[in-house]
């Protein structure tokens, strides 16, 4: 099936069993990898579209909003097939990381992750569904929130809590709608002021393994950070998500419980552009030192 | 939704040799593909401007061959850009042309949105039924053909008919390998085979190496 593969003429599950195949056979993998450039091939030679213009402005504000993936050992059936898990490996270990999406590579857990699995291949494939695609750019609660505190910021030009009080009425109005819309605590306003303030204020998306993401907004320089997360899977009661600051040569320090991932996490805790934010499953009530393989890892440079 | 010949050939930036061999001219526009790929990959807006401005024509024309709405193909030609942008950290030249890669892209891409777009219309009524047959016409006489190159067709002419027609529906055509059995009415595993040994003599005939 390594042509009807090439030429994506597959259904989902049958695309799934092949790649597991392919996994396993690098022989036919060589093949299915020639398929596609064969395919390829036949494109070049259809007479070239110019796109309307209005298409590439909207494209590139929207990259300028999109992180781009980590080098992953995993990253599709030919590398798997092809055995060279070394080579792959060192690969993502010496690729440069981007400007903007600088979550390392989860390489434990990625090391972990049997190469064949049909779930890692189909997503770390290109088949992202339009949906789930428009789902992982939605904004966020805290996003808008944020927004209403970078007008306010803005405003008074050197933060919320500023001195002029006219500006502050004028923002406090915003902010009173989204707290009685979204309950937004003091200290949550607080600390968003705060990053938004900074001169180092990052926002940053790092995806789960487990499906959903966690949106963070931080600076190092304040040590304060805010995680929302979105689409994370439902845990059994007795588990819970526990996140972790991570400093290279440290154990992991606990930053705390995500009881109801509903809800935004505040950390204020020592974090460095070198400290890495892990999210893992614990036990109910959480662990002393991280007990399964994060399945969020991302570096807050 | 077929692209207008005229048009198209005004749009043309190039004419193109009828050799079989991969040119010079490819191989050093690879190499300038993949550089770029590699600067994207650190995140280099500006390179991705380029690339844009390099492939999208292209990628474009193959959305717009599989999707052929026009407007649903701009929607897929962003969502592929977006995803090669997404994915250019793992890109590896070792295993693949550039080309290669963001026409695998694009072409899925496009095939996501006509089987999620058609499904229930293609597969599940016998109207559907009456437009995969429409569109087979179409696709034989009005024709890819046409709009194929020389090396294309050169390569092409060397298929049976029915490995011809297989790998047309299924990678102009945007038809699952059971819908191109349906549509040639021969067995599924017929319609593999074919598709298989005619992407054989294709990646032979046009020196695809890997």
């Not at chain 1, 189909?122 to 992202?128: C, F, K, R």
């Amino acid at each position: 099936m390594t042509g009807a593969w090439a030429l994506n003429a597959l259904d989902a599950e049958e695309r799934a069993r092949i790649e597991d195949y392919l996994a396993q056979d690098a022989d036919a993998a060589a093949e299915a990898r020639s398929f596609e450039e064969t395919a390829g091939e036949l494109a070049r030679d259809l007479e070239p579209v110019a796109p309307r213009p209005e298409l590439k402005n909207s494209l590139m504000a929207r990259i300028s909003q999109t992180s781009q993936l980590p080098p992953h050992p995993a990253e599709n059936t030919d590398d798997a097939a092809a055995g060279s898990r070394d080579e792959v490996a060192a690969r993502g270990e010496s690729s440069p990381r981007t400007h903007r999406a600088d979550y390392p590579v989860a390489d434990d857990s990625a090391a972990d992750r049997p190469t064949g699995d049909p779930d890692t291949t189909e997503h770390d494939a290109t088949v992202v569904p339009l949906d789930r695609y428009r789902s992982s750019v939605q904004r966020t609660r805290w996003l808008a929130i944020a927004a209403a505190a970078l007008m306010v910021t803005t405003v008074t030009g050197i933060g919320l809590w500023g001195t002029e009080r006219a500006a502050q009425e004028d923002s406090q109005a915003t902010i009173e709608a989204l707290e009685s819309q979204q309950a937004v605590s003091d200290q949550e306003r607080e600390l968003i002021a705060t990053i938004m303030a900074s001169g180092d204020a990052t926002q940053l998306t790092l995806p789960s393994e487990d499906g959903g993401s966690l949106n963070l907004m931080y600076s190092n320089e304040e040590e304060a950070m805010i995680i929302q997360a979105a689409g994370l899977p439902e845990l059994p009661s007795d588990s819970t998500y526990q996140l972790w600051l991570i400093d290279p040569g440290a154990d992991p320090a606990s930053a705390g419980l995500l009881t109801d991932p509903d809800k935004s996490a505040l950390v204020e805790e020592s974090m460095t552009p070198e400290t890495t934010l892990a999210l893992s499953v614990e036990p109910a009530g959480g662990s002393e030192q991280p007990t399964t393989t994060p399945i969020v890892q991302g570096l807050l440079s | 939704m077929s692209p207008d010949p005229t048009e198209l050939d005004r749009a043309r930036p190039r004419p193109r040799e009828p050799d079989l061999e991969a040119t010079g001219t490819e191989d050093s526009a690879g190499a300038a593909l993949a550089e770029l790929l590699g600067r994207v990959a650190l995140g280099d807006e500006e390179a991705f401007s380029h690339l844009y401005d390099e492939t999208s024509p292209l990628l474009f024309a193959l959305i717009k061959r599989v999707v052929r709405d026009v407007s649903m193909s701009e929607e897929v030609l962003q969502e592929a850009f977006v995803e090669i942008w997404k994915q250019a950290t793992r890109f590896d030249p070792h295993r693949g042309s550039p080309h290669g890669w963001i026409c695998t892209i694009a072409h899925r891409r496009a095939i996501d949105v006509v089987r999620s777009s058609d499904a229930s219309r293609r597969r599940d009524s016998d109207e559907g039924l009456r437009n995969i047959e429409e569109k087979v016409v179409d696709v034989q006489e009005e024709g890819i053909m046409r709009v194929e190159s020389q090396r294309v067709q050169v390569a092409m002419r060397s298929l049976t008919p029915l490995q011809a027609d297989a790998i047309r529906l299924a990678y102009f055509g945007g038809y699952s390998h059971r819908e191109v059995a349906g549509l040639l009415d021969i067995p599924v595993g017929t319609a593999k085979t074919r598709i298989r040994d005619g992407m054989i003599v294709l990646r032979d005939r046009m020196g695809v190496t890997s």
